[in-house]
């Protein structure tokens, strides 16, 4: 069997490593167009903190593509399948032959049409290793930093920055801070901590045009710059499969085996819209935990093995300067809510189970236990439902559930 | 693979296993340096209520979450065993955000610990077992 995969991330990893698990045969052929082993993408911002280095970032040991028989072509770019043939044309001109092959090619940063945007000199997008290591390269103590877009790559990107830079202004179209993740109140809380820690934000608002380095916002302010971070929002990597005439909408449609509508082409991760466990809705769910299963999923199916992958669900873990954000879900539905001295807890509860949790501040201890509450659809009557709401304890769960928990293994 | 399973029934709410876990790992060679005057941060923690109690620590899952959603590869399966990197992790909190079990804490630094069955430690056995005067966690296989 020849496995061929697209995109050497966290997808990628998590289908070599299915695969292994059920055939130790087959050839497992790796094509990614970054230069590097896979490295934990989510920690570039880290990086620039000085949290981490090149070497720790690799997501798995160097033995890695050794020790599974992989064969890795970087620098490469699959440019075109040829479904008929079941062959991948690269732009190096070679060709590669599949039986298998794993679409986990990620995304792209989107870059709105701004006026101007061209003349910019020190201009970044913060999505990669190479994007962190140029931007770094630009970083000096005098630096006006003028970041677009005020979602968690943005933000993660200045908090990784703030040290290294004389100021940082992040502006954005939306009226509040990563509102695709938190609540009002909690926008509000994340925002506050951020300026108290030197951000400057001005929301509801967006560049109406560059100049040499001074950046003109549609409310007619002025922002002075020396450093550029474009950090809008991203689009999933769908053209391989659209040009082959797969089935895409925002992304790559996928079913619950991670299989394309093109027989034997799987994709996996962000470059891909599943099935919301919790909604039951078609989305795009660009997180990690989410890209890592589904190309579990993916391999397991390629190998031959039917495993189906149906709790894809949003979930994120995110912090600032110390202040930590634990959400899932969704925010529907009665809800339970806690404040507490640094933070506070929101659940929400639909046809009782548990659907959704925003967590901040000192609420985030022990939060899988609620997540898996989302996950397998507990039903809140089988436990202690005020006790468990309180604080996440085993202890809230049935004497016999406690006793699969603790006396079984998992 | 041998972990650690609780019986409920026997558990005396005493607290040793946490002591014990909180000296094992803290390279001190006596019990009462690594412990004395130190709020303690075991990998293993009571629940107690209403006269119920019973230890928890990680289970060492088949299809572990944490790992699966560690953002920096800092968690990994070694024939079994789930293991942590310290110098990798960066005190995210997806493992707490993904953990079924609240097995996963940080220590003093920010940076995640869990329980390694006292493999990583000068012990080579689970020293909260040991410790445990009434049989209330056993290390065998299930
Ligand atoms: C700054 C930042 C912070 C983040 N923080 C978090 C976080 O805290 N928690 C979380 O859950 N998620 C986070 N994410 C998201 C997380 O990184 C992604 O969900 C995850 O990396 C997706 O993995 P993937 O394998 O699907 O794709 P990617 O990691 O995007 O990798 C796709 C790879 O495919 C390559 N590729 C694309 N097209 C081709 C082609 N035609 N030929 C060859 N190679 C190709 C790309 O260059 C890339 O290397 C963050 C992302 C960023 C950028
Ligand atoms: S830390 Fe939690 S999820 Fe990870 S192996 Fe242990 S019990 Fe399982
Ligand atoms: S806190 Fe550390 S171990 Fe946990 S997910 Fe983040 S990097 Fe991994």
Redesign the interface.
């Known amino acids: 069997m020849k496995y061929v995969i697209v995109g050497n991330s966290i997808a990628s990893v998590?289908c070599i490593e299915s695969i292994r698990k059920v055939d130790k045969e087959g050839s497992i052929c790796v094509i990614g167009d970054e230069k590097y082993p896979c490295y934990?993408r989510?920690?570039i911002s880290?990086l620039l903190q000085s949290?981490?280095t090149v070497e720790?970032?690799?997501?798995?040991?160097k033995a890695f593509y050794e020790s599974n028989a992989v064969t890795l072509l970087l620098g490469k770019r699959a440019k075109t399948i040829d479904r008929e043939t079941k062959h991948l044309a690269l732009d190096d001109g070679s060709t590669v032959a599949y039986d298998k092959l794993l679409i986990a090619t990620g995304s792209y940063p989107f870059i709105p049409p701004m006026k101007n945007l061209e003349s910019v000199k020190k201009c970044f997008t913060f999505m990669n290793l190479d994007d962190a290591k140029n931007l770094e390269k630009a970083l000096a103590k005098e630096s006006r930093v003028l970041i677009i877009g005020a979602g968690l790559i943005g933000l993660k990107c200045a908090e990784g920055i703030r040290d290294r830079v004389k100021s940082i202004t992040v502006v954005d179209l939306a009226s509040r801070i990563l509102p695709s993740i938190l609540d009002e109140a909690g926008s509000a809380l994340v925002e506050k901590k951020l300026t108290d820690e030197g951000l400057t934000f001005i929301l509801h608002d967006s560049v109406r045009e560059f100049f040499n380095g001074d950046a003109l916002l549609s409310s007619g302010a002025v922002v002075g710059y020396d450093i550029l971070v474009l950090a809008v929002g991203v689009r999933p990597n769908i053209s391989l499969v659209n040009e082959a005439g797969g089935e895409v909408n925002r992304a790559i449609l996928i079913d619950e085996k991670c299989q394309t509508s093109i027989p034997d082409v799987y994709a996996a991760g962000d470059c891909c819209e599943s099935i919301d466990y919790v909604t039951k809705e078609r989305k795009v769910l660009a997180i990690?935990?989410n890209a890592?299963?589904q190309g579990?999923v993916a391999g397991r199916n390629m190998a031959g093995d039917e495993t189906f992958f149906d709790k894809a669900m949003a979930?994120?873990?995110?912090?600032f300067f110390?202040l930590?954000v634990?959400t899932?879900g969704i925010y529907e539905g009665q809800e339970k809510l806690f404040t507490t001295e640094t933070g506070y807890k929101r659940l929400f509860v639909q046809d009782g189970t548990l659907v959704g949790y925003i967590l901040i501040g000192d609420t985030?201890?022990?939060?899988?236990?609620y997540?898996?509450l989302i996950?397998n659809k507990t039903d809140l009557g089988t436990l202690d439902f005020d006790?468990i709401s309180e604080e996440?304890?085993?202890?809230a769960f049935a004497?016999k559930e406690?006793?699969h928990?603790?006396?079984?293994?998992? | 693979m041998k972990r650690v399973y609780v019986n409920e029934q026997w558990c005396l709410g005493c607290h040793l296993c946490e002591y014990y876990c909180a000296y094992a790992n803290s390279g001190q060679e006596s019990m009462v340096k690594a412990l004395k005057d130190k709020t303690i941060r075991a990998r293993i923690k009571v629940e107690e209520k209403d006269g119920i109690s019973f230890a928890v620590n990680c289970r060492h899952c088949t299809e572990p979450l944490c790992v699966k959603s560690c953002i920096a590869g800092a968690l990994t399966q070694k024939d079994g065993l789930i293991v942590i990197d310290q110098d990798k992790c960066v005190g995210c909190f997806s493992c707490i955000m993904a953990c079924p079990y609240g097995a996963l804490m940080p220590n003093e630094e920010g940076v995640m610990q869990k329980c390694e069955l006292c493999t990583t430690n000068s012990h080579m056995l689970p020293v909260c077992v040991s410790g445990c005067p009434n049989k209330a966690i056993v290390f065998e296989e299930r």
């Open positions: 998590g934990a989510p920690l880290y949290k981490t720790k970032m690799v997501y798995r040991d990690l935990p890592y299963m579990e979930m994120n873990a995110i912090g110390g930590h634990i899932a985030i201890n022990r939060a899988g236990i997540t898996s996950r006790l996440p304890l085993l202890m004497k406690r006793a928990k603790l006396g079984d293994a998992q």
